[in-house]
């Protein structure tokens, strides 16, 4: 009998390439769309929460995308896009879209939520970093944001964030690097604040 890890490889070996399921699904075949779900849905669910920082809108937004990968995969050309690429887009698009259309609801004066966690010296340090390298990058433009998003937190390669963007490699190259300028001098304005208070 053969062990679980080639088990796993057998099957996905027996799997049809994506573009090959775009094809099958471009002529209504339900079972490929079964198949292109459950590879991508975590995936991508993962990926909606990190610009959305709420679950319940990444579910959403990500059941939306393959609605609309259900209903456009017959305009899909692989001789132009792999699939990833194509449904990364469809995904960051619908993402940006939503941000643009939500307003934050402003919290009743007074308030003030008490944080449950305990409190030892070396998990606040790290709440505090996370916290600020958060709000860093809630600052930064929007088109800088996906960027960073796109590399760092959704390990993807300059080029197929690049195309994911719709921009030439060195252009992208170039908005990263504005984007990481403008993280940097946040992250380091955040620390000279805190240390003349300390002082």
Known sequence: MQPLRQQRASIM????????????????????????VRRYSL?????????????????????????????HAASFDADRARFTTWFHRIVVNRCLDEKRRVRP?????????????????AQLAES??????????????????????????????????????ELKLKAYESLLVRARANMRQRLTADKDRLFAVVE
């Open 43 to 71: 995936r991508y669910r993962a990926l909606a929460y990190r610009f959305m920082g709420d679950m319940e809108q990444a579910e959403d937004i990500v059941q939306e995308a393959f609605i609309k990968l259900w209903t």
């Open 105 to 121: 609801v402003a919290l009743p004066e007074g308030y003030d939520a008490e944080d449950p966690s305990a409190g030892a010296e």
């Open 128 to 165: 505090d970093d996370q916290a600020s390298i958060k709000a860093a990058l809630a600052d930064l433009p929007e088109r800088q944001r996906t960027a960073v998003t796109l590399s760092y937190f959704d390990d993807m390669s300059n080029q197929e964030a690049a195309d994911v963007m």
């Open 13 to 36: 070996m027996e799997e049809p390439g994506d573009e090959a399921l775009m094809a099958r699904i471009g002529s209504g075949d339900r079972t490929a769309y079964a198949v292109l």
